[in-house]
């Protein structure tokens, strides 16, 4: 059984940058895909960004493109969110997640679902 912790949040004036890491133990890290997912008050979840198990292929929504870059070192069992210009509008608790059976080794989902592990969440706060 995986666990996920994350770290990394806080509070930010806009344009600044932050790095979120999300920590794995108890399985075989290099077989999850990991995505980051984001979830400001009174929105659903949103997926922000993903990272194929061998690291080779990522995927970001349009919003972030640009900004925000995911990698993953499957040596530290560690996924990492790195945030540059950042904006009002990305506060949110940012969570990372699981997906354990990915149909694919190079495919990344976006649907909540999709995912079976999640991190308790670090809160991410950008002032204008």
């Known amino acids: 059984q995986v666990q996920l912790a994350e770290s990394g949040g806080g509070l930010v004036q806009a344009g600044g940058s932050l790095r979120l890491s999300c920590a794995a133990s108890?399985?075989?890290?290099?077989?999850?895909?990991m995505g980051w997912f984001r979830q400001a008050p009174g929105k659903e979840r949103e997926f922000v960004a993903g990272?194929?198990?061998?690291?080779?292929?990522?995927y970001y929504i349009d919003s972030v493109k640009g900004r925000f870059l995911i990698s993953r070192d499957n040596a530290k069992n560690t996924v990492y969110l790195q945030m540059n210009s950042l904006k009002p509008e990305d506060t949110a608790v940012y969570h990372c997640?699981?997906?354990?059976?990915?149909?694919?080794?190079?495919?990344?989902?976006?649907?909540?679902?999709?995912?079976?592990?999640w991190g308790q969440g670090t809160q991410v706060t950008v002032s204008s």
């Open positions: 990272v194929a198990p061998s690291g080779g292929n990522t």
């Open positions: 108890g399985r075989t890290f290099s077989s999850l895909a």
């Open positions: 997640a699981a997906d354990a059976n990915p149909p694919r080794s190079v495919v990344i989902r976006i649907t909540p679902k999709d995912y079976d592990v």
